[in-house]
């Protein structure tokens, strides 16, 4: 399996800019989780989906960020218009099956490196 | 509300002694405690869990960690540190709706 798989890997875009960031999970993962890192705030969950439905967006920041799964295997997480403050490493993560996949470990993707000049 | 603490930011340590990365937590039932590793560039990466069980569990890499109800400890080890083993550390727990809560993590720093 290749893994969670992410692109682009860098995006460097203009204030005022639409973003949009892949995720394709694992092949059979129900879960699917967005977190954004930054040297000030570390390791912040955005949202999370199960079955490809939403289940906690209290993490998005603000109405600029919005997160799609349209199907088990692609997710998107936008943002419009795009601010220097959200320039971060973004990642996606996804984990496994069961009846006990809440306690299974997420793999997580290699990251997006944004850039908001 | 759950949470972890990683109290070290920075822990250095010679190749080929000992290593340990503490983490400590704070949760309302049954903690369900993760450790992970992230290497320069590269997304995180599982290295153990502790659900239920023995109080010692091992990992990947030659990785332990011992869980400690007591004393709310979840502090991660291993017997002789490699330069390799260089990188940043995350403790988290797993909160009632099955997110992982991250500590600030802590970088290990391994000298030759």
């Known amino acids: 399996d290749a893994g969670v798989i992410q692109s682009p890997r860098h995006e460097v875009t203009e204030m005022g800019q639409e973003v949009t960031l892949r995720c394709k999970p694992i092949?059979?993962?129900?879960?699917l989780f967005w977190y954004r890192q930054t040297m000030m705030r570390g390791l912040e969950l955005l949202i999370y989906?199960?079955?490809?439905?939403?289940?906690?967006d209290s993490g998005m920041p603000e109405d600029r960020f919005s997160a799609k799964m349209p199907n088990a295997s692609f997710s998107t997480l936008k943002i419009q218009p795009s601010e220097p403050r959200d320039s971060a490493v973004y990642f996606c993560?996804?984990?496994?099956?069961?009846?006990?996949?809440?306690?299974?470990?997420?793999?997580f993707g290699p990251g997006t490196r944004l850039t908001v000049l | 509300a759950q949470s972890v603490a990683q109290p070290e930011d920075q822990v250095n340590v010679a190749e080929g002694n000992p290593l340990t990365v503490k983490c400590t937590y704070s949760?309302?039932?049954?903690?369900?405690l993760f450790w992970y590793v992230q290497y320069p560039n590269r997304g995180l990466q599982f290295l153990l869990k502790?659900?239920?069980?023995?109080?010692l569990v091992k990992g990947s890499y030659g990785f332990e960690a011992e869980f400690n109800k007591s004393q709310t400890s979840f502090h991660l080890k291993k017997p002789s540190a490699l330069v390799s083993d260089s990188a940043l550390y995350f403790c988290?727990?797993?909160?009632?709706?099955?997110?992982?809560?991250f500590g600030a993590g802590t970088q290990v720093v391994v000298t030759p």
């Open positions: 949760v309302s039932g049954n903690p369900y």
């Open positions: 988290a727990v797993r909160d009632s709706w099955g997110k992982l809560q």
């Open positions: 502790y659900i239920t069980g023995d109080n």
């Open positions: 092949s059979g993962h129900d879960y």
């Open positions: 993560a996804s984990s496994a099956k069961g009846q006990t996949s809440s306690y299974n470990e997420q793999f």
């Open positions: 989906f199960n079955n490809n439905v939403p289940i906690d």
